[in-house]
T-cell receptor, first 110, second 115 residues
Framework: GIQVEQSPPDLILQEGANSTLRCNFS?????LQWFHQNPWGQLINLFY???GTKQNGRLSATTVATERYSLLYISSSQTTDSGVYFC????????????FGTGTQLKVEL | NAGVMQNPRHLVRRRGQEARLRCSPM?????VYWYRQLPEEGLKFMVY????????ESGMPKERFSAEFPKEGPSILRIQQVVRGDSAAYFC?????????????FGPGTRLTVT
């Protein structure tokens, strides 16, 4: 069936470290978004990236749709980066709904 | 340019009562989506609406839940006769009035607690 898998499930970093989060999906997509859910529960849009590469400050993302994966890079991590990172996918022919992955729980320590 | 607005931010209901959650999309958006995040679970799609039309309700529970997006005013997610298992965060998202897939912008959520 349709699946969105994220890895790793949990990640602990020292402040200043870099990290790569991965999202694998099982079918062709017409929408892919990355979100950060902060400790207060709010969902922050990071990237809309059904294909290609984008950068925004210390964050960047790459989606290789033909190989069915997306990567989120966090450089020089800060404690405010802590929270859960979700990948959400809109599958081609699946309407406009997003299917969310199970998330990566990130904790950045001093 | 205000983002997606949801109210209330927190809602407490006793079992058997009704819960009404409101969502005002971003200015210029006419597509609205509702998602639910149960405790310790990921976000799940519930329903997709355009003005006065339900487009996809494949994620809605069969009973007690309904949604509308009238010509004027916010979208409403209504839960009748709430039970403890309805306690969750309910997020609304909106996207532009265009066909096809576009970025969805999320509101801050309504946290429903059923006592």
């Amino acid at each position: 069936g349709i699946q969105v898998e994220q890895s790793p499930p949990d990640l602990i970093l020292q402040e200043g470290a870099n990290s790569t989060l991965r999202c694998n999906f099982s079918d062709s997509v017409n929408n892919l978004q990355w979100f950060h859910q902060n400790p207060w529960g709010q969902l922050i849009n990071l990237f809309y990236i059904p294909s290609g590469t984008k950068q925004n400050g210390r964050l960047s993302a790459t989606t290789v749709a033909t190989e069915r994966y997306s990567l989120l890079y966090i450089s020089s991590s800060q404690t405010t980066d802590s929270g859960v990172y979700f990948c959400a996918v809109g599958f081609t022919g699946g309407g406009n709904k997003l299917t969310f992955g199970t998330g990566t729980q990130l904790k950045v320590e001093l | 340019n205000a983002g997606v607005m949801q109210n209330p931010r927190h809602l407490v209901r006793r079992r058997g009562q009704e819960a009404r959650l409101r969502c005002s999309p971003m200015k210029g958006h006419s597509h609205v989506y509702w998602y639910r995040q149960l405790p310790e679970e990921g976000l799940k799609f519930m329903v997709y609406l355009q003005k006065e039309n339900i487009i996809d309700e494949s994620g809605m529970p069969k009973e007690r839940f309904s949604a509308e997006f009238p010509k004027e005013g916010p979208s409403i997610l209504r839960i009748q006769q709430v039970v403890r298992g309805d306690s969750a965060a309910y997020f609304c998202a909106s996207s532009p009035p265009k066909q096809g897939a576009y970025e969805q912008y999320f509101g801050p959520g309504t946290r429903l607690t059923v006592t």
